[in-house]
């Protein structure tokens, strides 16, 4: 048996830190490598081919380094990408290697917070054209009536520290009414974009209190928590010194800067070239 090895956590760039973020805090022991494709953002807008390819390149990145269980912290690359990684390129392994998402997590367990039967989806262009989360939970709960509404604005928003400021209510507001007219009954909304939990005070600022907003990271943090338990051959697979590292494909000064917002720390990452 190889020896272990940090759990690989990727994201097309900086939202995937919200999710290591709350798996950090429930699984504090394990060690973790992060690794951020900033040169090649945004995923959301490419074609399926092309996120699969940058994403099965980042992973096997992540094997080649050490990693037996990969998490792809972003809606997008899970969307887009976890299928045919999960259905094709890990069979042709020779050895135990293992890639999880973030739409199955929340999936799950989202029938939990709604009592109308009416959810709402807010992710990039590629998330909601994919269809995955409402695919993904009509295997769940087939009675709960899905809408979605793609929001364009917001990562840049997030990515140019511009969340909090009076400029994003305009994009904020647009969408947010956009989506609850397609149904006025949705009680439940899913952030489906790591970015959005920068965002969550402005979204509060314009639904109702009677609304539940769900942020990911606190729900694939559990679920990555009892898959563990559930699955003792991958577990021991994962080294336990409690470190992290830290991976960017473009600038590390610029990566570290906009870490610091997403983790609330100091980052100090290392460049890789794919």
């Known amino acids: 048996m190889k020896e272990a090895g940090p759990i690989g956590i990727f994201d097309s760039g900086y939202g995937g830190l919200t999710v290591f973020r709350e798996i950090a805090k429930v699984l504090p022991q394990y060690d973790y490598l992060y690794l951020?494709?900033?040169?090649?953002?945004?995923?959301?807008?490419?074609?399926?081919?092309?996120?699969?390819?940058?994403?099965?390149?980042?992973?096997?990145?992540?094997?080649?380094?050490?990693?037996?269980l990969v998490i792809l912290a972003c809606n997008t690359a899970s969307a887009?990408?976890?299928?045919?990684?999960?259905?094709?390129?890990?069979?042709?392994?020779?050895?135990?290697?293992?890639?999880?998402?973030?739409?199955?997590?929340?999936?799950?367990?989202?029938?939990?917070?709604?009592?109308?039967?009416?959810?709402?989806?807010?992710?990039?262009?590629?998330?909601?054209?994919?269809?995955?989360?409402?695919?993904?939970?009509?295997?769940?709960?087939?009675?709960?009536?899905?809408?979605?509404e793609a929001c364009p604005m917001w990562v840049p928003l997030v990515e140019n520290n511009e969340f909090d400021s009076p400029g994003a209510d305009y994009f904020i507001r647009k969408n947010l009414d956009s989506l609850l007219q397609k149904s006025p009954d949705i009680d439940t909304l899913v952030l489906a974009c790591t970015h959005y939990p920068l965002l969550i005070n402005k979204i509060r600022q314009f639904v109702s209190a009677d609304i539940t907003l769900i942020s990911q990271g606190e729900l694939v943090a559990e679920s990555l928590y009892d898959y563990l338990q559930r699955h003792p051959e991958i577990e021991i697979l994962c080294s336990k010194n409690g470190d992290a590292e830290f991976y960017t494909t473009e600038s590390t000064d610029?990566?570290?800067?906009?870490?610091?917002?997403?983790?609330?720390?100091?980052?100090?990452?290392?460049?890789?070239a794919i």
């Open 254 to 272: 610029g990566f570290n800067q906009k870490a610091k917002v997403f983790l609330g720390q100091e980052v100090f990452s290392k460049h890789l």
């Open 80 to 148: 887009k990408a976890l299928r045919s990684i999960q259905q094709n390129d890990l069979t042709q392994l020779p050895d135990l290697r293992r890639v999880l998402g973030v739409i199955r997590p929340t999936a799950e367990l989202v029938g939990e917070y709604s009592k109308t039967r009416r959810v709402g989806i807010l992710g990039t262009q590629g998330t909601v054209a994919s269809q995955s989360y409402i695919i993904e939970i009509e295997k769940f709960f087939p009675d709960i009536k899905v809408e979605q």
């Open 36 to 68: 951020g494709d900033n040169a090649r953002v945004p995923y959301g807008t490419r074609s399926f081919e092309t996120v699969y390819r940058y994403t099965w390149e980042c992973v096997q990145h992540l094997f080649s380094m050490g990693c037996r």
